[in-house]
Nanobody, 118 residues
Framework: VQLQASGGGLVQAGGSLRLSCAASGRTFSMGWFRQAPGKEREFVAGISRSGGSTDYADSVKGRFTISRDNAKNLVYLQMNSLKPEDTAVYYC???????????????WGKGTLVTVSS
């Protein structure tokens, strides 16, 4: 399985960005994680294989939306109302188990940097 994230960039606080993750291979539950400078990697959002279930970290609920297009093997993270504390490298990830996605990842993609200026 290969995962390729894209869509990062520089945005002002209050702005929006959409990240995309292209996945090859079979369908997995998918998630987005992030790692800010000097901090540990943390779970951001997850989505089940069918797209029928989603989960979010409390820090992004109401601002971020995860979605997927299985026909195109794409997973998205729409990020609205961005804050400087959202600045991080964002990684997409694949897991064989949606319910343990936040703590158990089978495959990682390379990250994409999101910088939110104040």
């Amino acid at each position: 399985v290969q995962l390729q994230a894209s869509g990062g960039g520089l945005v002002q606080a209050g702005g929006s960005l959409r990240l995309s993750c292209a996945a090859s291979g079979r369908t997995f539950s998918m998630g987005w994680f992030r790692q800010a400078p000097g901090k540990e990697r943390e779970f951001v959002a997850g989505i089940s294989r069918s797209g029928g279930s989603t989960d979010y970290a409390d820090s992004v609920k109401g601002r971020f939306t995860i979605s997927r297009d299985n026909a195109k093997n794409l997973v998205y993270l729409q990020m609205n109302s961005l804050k400087p504390e959202d600045t991080a490298v964002y990684y997409c990830a694949a897991s064989s188990n949606y319910y343990t996605l936040s703590s158990s990842v089978n495959y990682w993609g390379k990250g994409t940097l999101v910088t939110v200026s104040s």
